[in-house]
Each structure stands twice: as structure tokens, then as C-alpha cells.
């Protein structure tokens, strides 16, 4: 495997997390889901998770073991989000480094081939993900929908870095749903 197909993502979704079919991830044998949380549970420094995703959770915790897994150093937030959705949580993880990951992996019971990450970073979810041989899944930042874009300049700059490297981010591996274009 070339190093820069460790930034390419299995699946490419253009919007949230909350547009993720639950058919595509069943139909490639995923049984658990690494989600990460800020930009893509929740908008960053928030601790609000809307009805929406609580209905998201709900629905696909019913196919897939869940486990939220954040670069976010705040125990505290990160927890208090997880006992919102009865989720079991890793903070201040440090994706891409696997170690974190691994934990929540150990703790599913499930092989690397039937876990699957979401988050909407290339440098840290996807590059984690694919160095541990997950299907690795990319979304839209949830402040690409709401006010400042900030988060959506971020992996915008990903997505160009990763491009002038060599990675396919729009010819994903596994893509239903791309992204559109940014103006």
C-alpha cells in the first residue's frame, strides 16, 4: 500500500454524518463504528447533541456496536456527551495514533474489517483508520451547515494537502455519496 492511500477514505459523503446510508455500511460487513465527535457528533464546543442525531444513534446502535473516540482533551464534555447518547467514550485519543483506537476496537470484540470510522478529518480520523485497516469514512463538517465555516476551511486545506500528496479523496475506494465542489 502506497503512504498516500493511507489518506484516501473508503467512503466520501456529501453532508453530515446524519446522511450516512446504514445500507452501504451493512452491505460491506461493518458490525462496529468509531465515531469521532467534534465536527461530526456534535458542533465543535458544544455539548448540545440535537434530536436528530440522537435519533441517528438510536437507529444504527440497533446494527453496530458504537463507540465515540475524540482528540477532545475535555473528559468532562466528551463524557457528558456520551451520557447523553449511552455511549461508551475515549477522549484526548491523539488520532491518528491507533493506540486509543485500539482500545475501543478490543473492547467491540470485532475484527479490524467489520469496524468502521466517521469523522471529517483526513489527517486524523481517515489516517487513523486506515493505518489500522478500518473502513474509513469521511463527512462533512456540522459547521459547514450552521455559521462560521471555519471547521470546513480546515478540511478543505486537508483535502488540498492530501491532494498535492498524491491521495484520490474524490475517487474514494467505496464512494455512494461525493462531495460537491467548494466555490
Known sequence: MK???LLE???????SILDLPLD???SNGLKGLVLDVDETVVPLKSDRVSPQMEAWINQF???FSIWLVSNNLSQRRI???AGILNLPFIASAGKPSRRK???AMEAMGLPP???GIVGDRLFTDVLAGNRL???TILVQPLSRFDDPPAQSYLQSFEIYVSQLLGASVFTSKHSVAKFRKSP
Open 9 to 15: 477514505p473508503d467512503l466520501v459523503i456529501d453532508g
Open 113 to 115: 474489517e467489520q469496524i
Open 79 to 81: 463524557g457528558r456527551i
Open 24 to 26: 452501504n455500511l451493512l
Open 101 to 103: 483506537i485500539r482500545q
Open 61 to 63: 446502535r440497533q446494527s
Open 3 to 5: 503512504w498516500t492511500n
Open 133 to 135: 485497516g478500518l473502513y
